[in-house]
């Protein structure tokens, strides 16, 4: 059974049966595999409903059960070494018969947990272009009879790219959550640093898989003070860095020293100079400017731009940060991109044009549908 939709439904009906089960009769020693059994027996009952009876179960009776276990030999250090079973349903999912936005879309909205609003967020794009990339991809795996099946040799390596944008994106979600009552959301960051580490060791030669382990590490060392004691954003500048974790800052420094010079590599060694500053003070703006240069350079997008105007702004000051934002003000990609705005405030504010940063964060403010970011940036609009 080659239909994504139908497969994406069938998983749903069988955990909702585990959901129905499960407290009465416990949890079964295996729940993977109870609940792909389950998943089995659906679609089987589900096809002898079908007026194409005979032809549709002799296929699922091919594609379900009667298919010959594999060689081991043939698996020996390939799909095998994947231990993580989100890991191997992420590569599974991201298929070369899919764009490469079209097969991180859908693997973000099937196995990230993100909804449409939050995958739109992440890619700069409309909802409903969100929505009709992944109605696409489902049509065009089901159309391309695509067998669901863990790849390796050449063909992980061409989906990997895939994947680490896929890891990348659950964690920026988590990391600051699109919409709803709080800015971080830890279990998503939590499962996107599990990936990253198991990816690491999946593929120690892989440079850039150690750029993202090294992003993720050092970006998880800071949640903890991200949010005061009732949720609050707390500004950078103004975080506890005693909060900051110890423990991931080390591993996001030793995973560094194995990562390249790609984008997550180069996000990494930012991520690094904010580590390595005691104070805010401390921090290294010329440095991180310069590495906002090298990855506008390398994976431009208005998003770095935007970033490394920050960056200059503070190394040079805000006047020289707020022309590079002025340049993106008719970036169409920016155009609900709350921190645009925000930005903007706060270089304006710093130039002591009070009035417009006002007018500035009280339209980020509109924008965000985050209401921890909206309380902010309203509390700043007021002040």
């Known amino acids: 059974m080659r239909d994504v939709g139908l497969a994406e439904e069938l998983a749903q009906d069988a955990l909702v049966t585990a959901l129905e089960r499960w407290p009465e009769s416990g949890v079964p020693d295996n729940p993977g595999a109870w609940l792909m059994a389950t998943a089995k027996r659906r679609a089987i009952d589900l096809v002898r409903r079908k007026e194409t009876y005979a032809r549709k179960l002799a296929?699922?009776?091919?594609?379900?059960?009667?298919?010959?276990?594999?060689?081991?030999?043939?698996?020996?250090?390939?799909?095998?070494d994947i231990d993580d079973d989100l890991l191997r349903l992420i590569f599974t999912a991201c298929h070369p018969v899919l764009s490469t936005r079209a097969r991180v879309a859908l693997t973000l909205r099937l196995l990230g947990g993100l909804t449409t609003e939050e995958i739109a967020r992440a890619f700069l794009v409309?909802?409903?272009?969100?929505?009709?990339?992944?109605?696409?991809?489902?049509?065009?795996?089901a159309k391309a009879?695509?067998?669901f099946e863990v790849p390796y040799g050449d063909d992980r390596t061409a989906r990997l790219?895939?994947?680490?944008?896929?890891?990348?994106?659950?964690?920026?979600?988590?990391?600051?959550?699109?919409?709803?009552?709080?800015?971080?959301?830890?279990?998503?960051?939590e499962d996107a640093l599990r990936l990253a580490r198991v990816l690491a060791?999946?593929?120690?030669?892989?440079?850039?898989?150690?750029?993202?382990?090294?992003?993720?590490?050092?970006?998880s060392s800071r949640i903890a003070a991200r949010t005061g004691p009732d949720g609050a954003p707390v500004l950078l500048?103004?975080?506890?860095?005693?909060?900051?974790?110890?423990?991931?800052?080390?591993?996001?420094?030793?995973?560094?020293?194995?990562?390249?010079?790609?984008?997550?590599?180069?996000?990494?060694?930012?991520?690094?100079?904010?580590?390595?500053?005691?104070?805010y003070e401390d921090t290294d703006w010329t440095a991180i400017a310069a590495l906002y240069g090298r990855l506008m350079a390398l994976?431009?997008?208005?998003v770095v731009e935007l970033n490394r105007a920050v960056a200059v702004a503070m190394a040079e000051g805000p006047a020289a940060g707020l022309?590079?934002?002025?340049?993106?003000?008719?970036?169409?990609?920016?155009?609900?991109?709350?921190?645009?705005?925000?930005?903007?405030?706060?270089?304006?504010?710093?130039?002591g044009r009070y009035e417009e940063a006002r007018v500035e964060f009280a339209r980020a403010a509109a924008l965000t549908r985050n209401a921890r970011e909206r309380a902010l940036l309203l509390e700043r609009s007021s002040g």
């Open 145 to 147: 009879e695509v067998p």
């Open 237 to 279: 500048a103004d975080q506890n860095r005693t909060r900051w974790s110890g423990l991931l800052i080390r591993r996001g420094v030793d995973a560094l020293q194995r990562a390249g010079h790609g984008p997550y590599s180069l996000q990494a060694a930012i991520a690094a100079c904010h580590a390595r500053a005691i104070r």
């Open 161 to 189: 790219s895939s994947v680490l944008e896929v890891i990348y994106l659950i964690f920026n979600e988590g990391y600051s959550a699109t919409t709803g009552d709080d800015l971080v959301r830890p279990a998503l960051c």
């Open 323 to 351: 022309k590079l934002v002025e340049a993106l003000a008719e970036e169409p990609a920016l155009k609900d991109y709350h921190l645009l705005p925000s930005v903007r405030g706060d270089l304006l504010e710093r130039l």
């Open 59 to 80: 296929e699922v009776g091919r594609g379900l059960e009667d298919v010959s276990p594999p060689d081991p030999a043939d698996l020996a250090g390939t799909a095998e």
């Open 299 to 302: 994976a431009p997008s208005p």
């Open 126 to 141: 409309p909802e409903p272009t969100v929505a009709q990339r992944i109605v696409r991809a489902k049509r065009t795996l």
């Open 201 to 219: 060791g999946l593929l120690p030669q892989e440079p850039e898989v150690h750029g993202l382990a090294a992003l993720l590490e050092f970006q």
